[in-house]
């Protein structure tokens, strides 16, 4: 490998962004990050918008920090949130800021899509994505409803990340990952579904050519490359939806496993070659989504830290700053007195945490907690019975044995919750890496440019790069009378 050969990647999230560049070397990668910056929300006109233009004049700061270093940038790859897009005009000129996801307009819009126009299990039906208000077919839905002008006017809807690289490049393309969280994407034909789009009076000329991870969108425009003082670098399509981009970072070696992608949110899934769509799976609302060489990821979103952090906000003072003396605190507390579901509605966005988590200890008949020790320990117990449930549930819809769960993100720094994983799911847990939308970006750059032959080789130098920390089950018996705690709490 040349050491010299440096991927520029672009890892935008839902509060904030950087890019990074990663080099290859001696069968390993090294990260370095270049710039790091808020992703503001603009509340204007009574809605929610991103900031497109401030993201891209990132982006441009980034490539000059790369030109300045004299780096050899070989290729740029963009990743970001999923479901939201941005409309371009007949002339090439962006139509307004995107909506945001949490923008509420589309409150009451997906029932009101399946009970007037599609109804909701020919909705699954046909994507096998997971229903949440915010996807992009209910914001295209919400949008015609209001006669959104930006929407009117549209010759062409791009998905952030293609939106990104269109800005860079001048293409406008349609990637594959992004597109399968829109639930408008069909996992068969792998394509946008024509009856979903025909359902909201759009066609498939509306939207970029349909590519895969991996491919050249094209280079940056002369204008550009003379803004960064690069040259006419490729910008490479990589799994444009960060979660894409991350599980292609999960360091496994082989087809068995699972992955827990760990933060605000925990998405737990499988990689599978073929989308599942059944009954099972939409009673119980898990999603396909699209991965990388042509494999499906099929998960389910839980909720993941935002519990922790909400509480810590309005604890305040009160508990311990440092989040070591936190959970040692929490650690000395009586286990499995209190539990609770935590994707119950009722913590989705309470106006205090700490009062939501109790009102359903007490409506359960449990203990209630008091004190920020004895709800930190509710917490981390309540999401690794969760995860044992989750985890159940793709044991039973997966056609092959999973043997190992691979925790990646923030989250798998969190040794305590790690242990309590493996503890109660009874497999052994692999935690690691922090950065692997990072990686998983950068890597899927490198196979394009041909230095890596597919994910496996990908996989490999991951894992000789980074330092997997490992968790065997324990204490299986009183994991066990806990989980059959949860199942009856959580059933009423």
């Known amino acids: 490998?040349?050491?010299?050969?440096?991927?520029?990647?672009?890892?935008?999230?839902?509060?904030?962004?950087?890019?990074?560049?990663?080099?290859?070397?001696?069968?390993?990668?090294?990260?370095?990050?270049?710039?790091?910056?808020?992703?503001?929300?603009?509340?204007?006109?009574?809605?929610?918008?991103?900031?497109?233009?401030?993201?891209?004049?990132?982006?441009?700061?980034?490539?000059?920090?790369?030109?300045?270093?004299?780096?050899?940038?070989?290729?740029?790859?963009?990743?970001?949130?999923?479901?939201?897009?941005?409309?371009?005009?007949?002339?090439?000129?962006?139509?307004?800021?995107?909506?945001?996801?949490?923008?509420?307009?589309?409150?009451?819009?997906?029932?009101?899509?399946?009970?007037?126009?599609?109804?909701?299990?020919?909705?699954?039906?046909?994507?096998?994505?997971?229903?949440?208000?915010?996807?992009?077919?209910?914001?295209?839905?919400?949008?015609?409803?209001?006669?959104?002008?930006?929407?009117?006017?549209?010759?062409?809807?791009?998905?952030?990340?293609?939106?990104?690289?269109?800005?860079?490049?001048?293409?406008?393309?349609?990637?594959?990952?992004?597109?399968?969280?829109?639930?408008?994407?069909?996992?068969?034909?792998?394509?946008?579904?024509?009856?979903?789009?025909?359902?909201?009076?759009?066609?498939?000329?509306?939207?970029?050519?349909?590519?895969?991870?991996?491919?050249?969108?094209?280079?940056?425009?002369?204008?550009?490359?003379?803004?960064?003082?690069?040259?006419?670098?490729?910008?490479?399509?990589?799994?444009?939806?960060d979660t894409g981009s991350a599980v292609a970072a999960v360091p496994a070696a082989n087809e068995h496993f699972a992955y827990l992608s760990s933060g605000t949110w925990s998405l737990m899934g499988i990689e599978t070659k073929d989308a599942i769509i059944n009954d099972l799976s939409y009673e119980r609302n898990f999603t396909n989504e699209g991965g990388v060489e042509g494999t499906t990821r099929f998960l389910k979103n839980i909720c993941g830290m935002w519990l922790l952090e909400r509480c810590r906000k309005e604890w305040g003072d009160e508990a311990p700053a440092d989040y070591g003396e936190l959970i040692a605190q929490a650690m000395k507390v009586k286990p499995f007195e209190s539990l609770i579901n935590p994707d119950d509605a009722m913590f989705a966005n309470p106006a205090n945490m700490q009062d939501a988590i109790r009102e359903y200890c007490r409506k359960t008949g449990q203990h209630v907690p008091e004190g920020y020790a004895e709800i930190c320990r509710c917490i981390f117990e309540s999401l690794a019975l969760r995860y044992r449930q989750v985890f159940g549930y793709l044991k039973e819809m997966a056609s092959f044995s999973i043997d190992t769960l691979h925790i990646i993100g923030g989250g798998s720094r969190n040794a305590y919750l790690n242990q309590f994983t493996a503890n109660s799911t009874g497999v052994t847990v692999l935690a690691g890496p922090q950065e692997c939308t990072a990686l998983g970006n950068i890597m899927l750059q490198a196979k394009s440019a041909g230095v890596v032959n597919d994910i496996f080789e990908m996989r490999k130098i991951i894992a000789d790069s980074i330092d997997l920390k490992r968790f065997d089950p324990q204490d299986k018996a009183e994991w066990d009378a806990a989980y059959e705690k949860y199942l009856k709490v959580t059933a009423e």
């Open 1 to 241: 490998m040349n050491s010299n050969q440096c991927f520029f990647a672009v890892d935008l999230g839902a509060t904030s962004g950087r890019t990074i560049v990663g080099t290859l070397c001696d069968n390993k990668i090294k990260l370095e990050e270049l710039t790091r910056f808020p992703n503001h929300l603009i509340q204007t006109g009574g809605h929610f918008y991103w900031d497109i233009y401030a993201l891209y004049f990132e982006m441009i700061k980034g490539l000059k920090v790369a030109a300045c270093r004299q780096l050899n940038i070989t290729s740029i790859g963009i990743d970001t949130w999923g479901v939201d897009f941005v409309c371009v005009g007949e002339d090439g000129a962006l139509l307004r800021n995107p909506l945001s996801y949490r923008d509420p307009h589309t409150f009451g819009m997906m029932e009101k899509y399946f009970e007037q126009v599609v109804p909701k299990e020919k909705v699954y039906k046909a994507t096998g994505i997971q229903f949440m208000n915010f996807n992009s077919l209910f914001q295209l839905y919400a949008m015609l409803q209001a006669n959104n002008s930006a929407l009117v006017n549209a010759e062409k809807i791009l998905f952030v990340p293609d939106a990104l690289s269109y800005m860079l490049t001048g293409e406008e393309v349609c990637e594959y990952t992004i597109a399968s969280t829109s639930q408008m994407l069909n996992p068969i034909t792998k394509d946008l579904d024509l009856m979903l789009l025909k359902s909201l009076g759009l066609d498939r000329e509306k939207f970029g050519k349909m590519v895969f991870p991996g491919y050249k969108i094209g280079t940056l425009t002369p204008e550009v490359q003379k803004m960064t003082g690069l040259g006419a670098v490729p910008v490479i399509a990589v799994a444009g939806h």
